[in-house]
């Protein structure tokens, strides 16, 4: 069987996070400029190389004044550490419907560090100018101060004004190449 290569819709794909405010809200960000390239063997995408990074500068949350933070030096940091990436190290397939887990190694900040999420692989189908097209739902959690992410407040009350676990929330589709 041949290589596939495969690379990100950008126009069709979301990467967003969701992390506690005051622990009890939810803000949500994402990433405006990412890139991923795919190589795989198989159809159902078990073997695949995946490289992903985004742009730390392209986080938003919708807020300018909170976004300006998360840029600084007490989250992302985007002067000295402008992308962070996840490259797959290993699959396990949950079911035949196209679940499964993947792992892979995450960096931002320069902390490395393996992570697990659930995939939902919805399946190839060729669009209306023949090309082939894959999509997938890819969600998790990790713990932001895991990467060097540790500013936070304590409120009046004894709570965190920001959540420890990020919750991660993708929406994939991509292209395969010629």
């Not at 795989?40 to 938003?60: G, H, L, N, P, Y």
């Not at 996840?86 to 993947?102: C, I, M, P, S, V």
């Not at 892979?104 to 995939?119: S, Y």
Request: include cysteine; proline fraction near 2%.
């Amino acid at each position: 069987m041949s290589t596939k290569k495969w690379i990100l819709d950008k126009a069709h794909s979301q990467i967003q996070f969701k992390v506690k405010h005051l622990m009890i809200t939810t803000i949500t960000g994402n990433f405006s400029s990412f890139d991923a390239v795919v190589e795989t063997e198989e159809q159902d995408f078990m073997t695949a190389k995946i490289s992903f990074s985004a742009d730390t500068a392209s986080v938003s949350t919708g807020n300018p004044e909170r976004d300006k933070h998360i840029k600084s030096i007490d989250f992302f940091d985007i002067e000295n550490y402008p992308r962070l990436k996840f490259t797959a190290t290993r699959y396990q397939r949950l079911d035949e419907n196209g679940n499964y887990k993947l792992f892979g190694d995450l960096t931002i900040r320069n902390v490395t560090k393996n992570v697990e999420l659930d995939v939902e692989f919805s399946g190839v189908v060729k669009d209306p100018w023949g090309t082939n097209k894959a999509g997938f739902v890819i969600s998790g959690r990790v713990n932001r101060k895991d990467f060097g992410l540790k500013w936070n407040v304590i409120t009046e009350a004894g709570s965190l004004l920001v959540g420890e676990e990020v919750r991660i929330d993708c929406e994939i589709e991509l292209t395969e190449t010629k």
